[in-house]
């Protein structure tokens, strides 16, 4: 379990906001915004809108072209309609020097030099730690840190950035997967043929994890920039976020975050002001207000 000094989120001060459409060019930054929101746009601003900075590592919604040494398909999948399930985990928790990252989507996956490259150009060390097989296809696990630092991954831009990088070589390497992803919808060969109801598939819970900590669960529609958001919305009432889980599957996201305040595990009623927050950030509406 990685401890609090470990997984600390650092935040800086400027912002701006980046549509989806937008992130092909866009550079990502180094640190999270942690601002109070303003008032007067909180209403307005877009479900699909990411919060991000300037710098110079950057992230294309297309992977690059496969080069002739990479093998993302082993060809060894079944000829079959049934597509399974892609899954993305970003897990802070398990290794205290580390980020591991987690991708399975069957047995179609090969090795995964492409994701490995793709993962290495953002500025990361990238390391295939194992490979095993169970009941639900071939489990891919890597450990990446920071080139610049050798240590794990903590700023939320950058595990998203992570999280955005894979999904885009899934959708690449593995056009099926695009009905399967959110992502599919944009930047994929194929829409998911299926909407998820964010009303419906909307689930928090907080609980208590210790005296020092309490435990965040997050299930929601999944959309490009999500985890960024989540952050931002614990961050802006105060709440740290120590470390945590993340992961993909499919058309949903579901987060696992250690958070406290001031040291402490949440009390009740800040715990219920933390789930009501989340789920208005999440419920809300996306239309504009200047649109009526």
């Not at 990685?2 to 092909?24: D, G, H, M, P, R």
């Not at 082993?74 to 049934?82: E, I, Q, V």
């Not at 179609?108 to 097989?133: E, F, I």
């Amino acid at each position: 379990m990685a401890s609090a000094a470990n997984c600390v989120l650092y935040f800086s001060s400027n912002t701006n906001y980046l549509t989806v459409s937008e992130l092909k060019n866009h550079s990502l930054p180094a640190s999270f915004v942690s601002r109070p929101p303003n008032n007067n746009t909180l209403g307005k601003r877009s479900r699909y809108s990411v919060r991000l900075l300037s710098s110079t590592t950057g992230i294309n919604p297309r992977a690059a072209a496969p080069s002739a040494t990479a093998v993302e398909n082993d060809g060894s999948f079944p000829d079959t309609d049934m597509v399974p399930t892609p899954k993305v985990i970003i897990d802070q928790d398990s290794d205290p020097d580390a980020t591991v990252v987690e991708i399975t989507f069957g047995d179609r996956l090969g090795a995964l030099l492409d994701t490995m490259n793709a993962l290495k150009s953002l500025g990361l060390n990238v390391t295939k730690a194992n490979v095993y097989l169970d009941s639900s296809g071939k489990h891919n696990k890597f450990c990446i840190t920071k080139a610049s630092t050798g240590r794990k991954v903590e700023e939320p831009e950058l595990l998203e950035a992570i999280r955005l990088t894979i999904i885009n070589n899934l959708l690449e390497f593995h056009p099926e997967s695009s009905s399967q992803l959110a992502m599919g919808a944009t930047f994929g060969a194929e829409p998911p043929k299926e909407t998820v109801d964010v009303d419906i598939a909307t689930r928090i819970r907080v609980h208590d994890d210790g005296p020092d900590r309490s435990l965040l669960y997050v299930e929601t529609a999944d959309h490009p920039g999500l985890l960024v958001e989540l952050v931002k919305t614990i961050t802006d009432i105060n709440v740290a976020v120590e470390s945590g889980e993340f992961d993909t599957e499919g058309l949903l996201a579901k987060a696992k975050f250690h958070v406290s305040y001031k040291g402490k595990a949440l009390i009740k009623p800040l715990q219920q002001v933390l789930a009501n927050s989340l789920r208005y950030y999440l419920r809300r509406p996306t239309t504009e207000e200047a649109s009526f």
